[in-house]
T-cell receptor
Framework: KQEVTQIPAALSVPEGENLVLNCSFT??????LQWFRQDPGKGLTSLLL?????REQTSGRLNASLDKSSGRSTLYIAASQPGDSATYLC?????????FGAGTILRVKS | NAGVTQTPKFQVLKTGQSMTLQCAQD?????MSWYRQDPGMGLRLIHY???????DQGEVPNGYNVSRSTTEDFPLRLLSAAPSQTSVYFC??????????FGSGTQLSVL
């Protein structure tokens, strides 16, 4: 059974700091991995989608990497801003099913 | 620009009542899915569909039914609500590349 773990569970950083969120999964036979952002009381917004054949994806200040062999992905946020405060979730896809991690709650202090 | 639309946003039920959560998407996506989100547990897959007329079970399907008569709609039915079904429910559809688009969620309380 696929299990997805996100570390840390919560993170508080000062504005401007670069930070890394971690996601690990137990079964490397995945189709893709996605990182999502969730604001309080809202739905999830897809940030980055990495196909199994790719190593990384970038969008603005966000960079996500994927290492299937070690079962790990990282989300790098450069020059963090208070508006980045949210919960970040990763999810892996195998077949037609997605498995989510519990998320990392990020707070960026101004 | 509607994307994925879920209704209602909030619902309170009594134990044993039934109800249907509605989900519609206007992006012509074949794949649609339902999740529940509980505190500290991330999202768990309830049911999914890979196209009209095709549905399958996810991780936590007990107590829920789905149908997919059209590409656009994927309703979730609670047959006999239980307090354990108190949760936030999300519907999502997926592009052919696998990118997920989520609705805004339904907060359900079962008393």
């Amino acid at each position: 059974k696929q299990e997805v773990t996100q570390i840390p569970a919560a993170l508080s950083v000062p504005e401007g700091e670069n930070l890394v969120l971690n996601c690990s999964f137990t079964d490397s036979a995945i189709y893709n991995l996605q990182w999502f952002r969730q604001d309080p009381g809202k739905g999830l917004t897809s940030l980055l989608l990495i196909q199994s054949s790719q190593r990384e994806q970038t969008s603005g200040r966000l960079n996500a990497s994927l290492d299937k062999s070690s079962g790990r992905s990282t989300l790098y946020i450069a020059a963090s801003q208070p508006g980045d405060s949210a919960t970040y979730l990763c999810a892996v896809t195998r077949g037609n099913k997605l498995v989510f991690g519990a998320g990392t709650i990020l707070r960026v202090k101004s | 620009n509607a994307g994925v639309t879920q209704t209602p946003k909030f619902q309170v039920l009594k134990t044993g009542q039934s109800m249907t959560l509605q989900c519609a998407q206007d992006m012509n996506h074949e794949y649609m899915s339902w999740y529940r989100q509980d505190p500290g547990m991330g999202l768990r897959l309830i049911h999914y569909s890979v196209g009209a007329g095709i549905t399958d079970q996810g991780e936590v399907p007990n107590g829920y039914n789905v149908s997919r008569s059209t590409t656009e709609d994927f309703p979730l039915r609670l047959l006999s609500a239980a307090p354990s079904q108190t949760s936030v429910y999300f519907c999502a559809s997926s592009s052919s590349q696998g990118k997920l688009f989520f609705g805004s969620g339904t907060q359900l309380s079962v008393l």
